[in-house]
């Protein structure tokens, strides 16, 4: 989709949200809800338009990092439940009992601070099970339990883990580990709050540990059509995909949601041996047509990517020439015979038949797809199509 008037923007695919929302739906029972992790501003796809496809799809809750986020899309009319998996500063639990957020509860100075407070409040108590990051360990859950049952006003609606390399079917004695430990828990939990949801598996857990979904599953990255690392792709599309629910998923793979675009703004022919951008970095091989595009490591394009990654012009790729500036970056167009003023451009995504991944940029940075996607400027316009 071509914009008007904008140098860059992000297309979001609606049918792609809708067809990885059914590959997940289809891999879990009738009986597992389904919690779609929008936080981070949906992984940079845009908090509030994210959230209500998934609500329209008909997921079950919602994930989101911060108090702030939650307010945010009570405001613009999401009903289904919301879960603030992040930490929530205790001058804010009356407004999320106010509104109806449930907060993660990982401390025994949050339990004292709900004491305090007089609004009816929902509570999801974050386990501990191996990662060291939130939660309570095993070991405490009875006197966690015992404080919590002295406020009249919480309501325990979940209890809850993360797993640490659930990415990584190699290591699965470390997540049957933290999935046993969590069993455990859960039981307590569940003794003196039988309708406390237990959920453990997130995106990669859901894909590779069928035991663990429990009774909802948090997805994240693969609603955006990512995959939580290659080894999870290829074991889940290796071995085939087997649904558990009735109906028919006519691909296992996932769909991208997300394409970047700008535009081309200038271009000129520069003769073989000049060099290209700050501190000359780049010597060109031959006589070549450069086109400058009006992005840069300002709207998220990485410097790291300087001299080394690529993208479409009229589905032919083409290479970024010397370091990335603040606000626009030159490739090499020579192959792209076409290339002109106003041409689209693909940065993130596909044309054509060729595609530039967010795995092969965080390869490239270092890094991985999820910092690529979750690191996109904010203020770009996004279209959902």
């Known amino acids: 989709m071509k914009a008007q008037h904008l140098r860059t923007w992000i297309d979001i695919s609606t049918q792609a949200i809708a067809h990885n929302y059914k590959v997940f739906r289809e891999l879990i029972s009738s009986e597992t809800k389904l919690l779609g992790v929008i936080k981070s501003n949906a992984y940079g796809h845009e ?9 329209n799809l ?31 500063l205790p001058e804010n639990f009356e407004l999320a009992g106010v509104k109806n957020i449930s907060l993660a509860i ?27 990051r939130q ?25 809850f883990t993360h797993f640490a390399a659930a990415k990584k079917p190699d290591s699965s004695h470390a997540t049957e580990k933290q999935i046993a430990i969590f069993k455990q828990a859960a039981a307590l939990v569940k003794k003196y709050h039988p309708k406390a949801l237990a959920h453990a598996a997130a995106t990669a857990g859901t894909l590779n540990y069928p035991e663990s979904h429990f009774d909802m599953v948090r997805i994240g990255i693969g609603l955006y059509g990512l995959w939580p690392s290659e080894e999870t792709k290829k074991r889940f ?9 009735s109906g028919r998923i006519t691909s296992p793979y996932l769909q991208p949601v997300l394409t970047w675009k700008t535009i081309i703004s ?73 290339a002109k003023v106003g041409n689209e451009v693909v940065l993130l995504g596909k044309q054509g038949k060729e595609e530039v991944t967010a795995d092969e940029l965080g390869t490239i940075a270092n890094t991985s797809c999820y910092e690529i996607v979750t690191r996109l400027n904010p203020l770009i316009k996004k279209n959902y199509i």
């Open 47 to 55: 908090l509030f338009r994210f959230g209500i496809e998934l609500q």
């Open 58 to 88: 008909g997921a079950d809750w919602l994930g989101v990092d911060s108090i702030t986020e939650a307010l945010a899309l009570r405001k613009i009319g999401i009903k289904i439940p919301i879960l603030v998996l992040g930490y929530t």
């Open 106 to 132: 990982s401390t025994f100075e949050s339990i004292k601070a709900l004491a305090k407070v007089n609004k009816k409040i929902s509570v999801h108590i974050k386990v501990d099970t191996g990662m060291h």
């Open 135 to 159: 939660g309570f360990f095993v070991k405490d859950a009875q006197k966690v339990l015992q404080e919590i049952s002295k406020l009249k006003n919480i309501k325990v609606d979940g209890v």
């Open 237 to 245: 599309v290796g071995r085939g995909l087997k649904p558990i629910r």
């Open 266 to 338: 200038e271009t000129k022919t520069v003769e073989k041996g000049e060099r290209i951008g700050y501190d000359y970095t780049e010597e060109l091989k031959r006589d070549s047509k450069i086109a400058i595009l009006p992005i840069g490591y300002w709207h998220g394009y990485w410097r790291a990517f300087s001299s080394k990654a690529y993208v479409l012009v009229a589905g032919i790729r083409c290479k970024v020439l010397g370091k990335v500036s603040m606000d626009m970056i030159a490739v090499d167009v020579t192959n792209a015979t076409k």
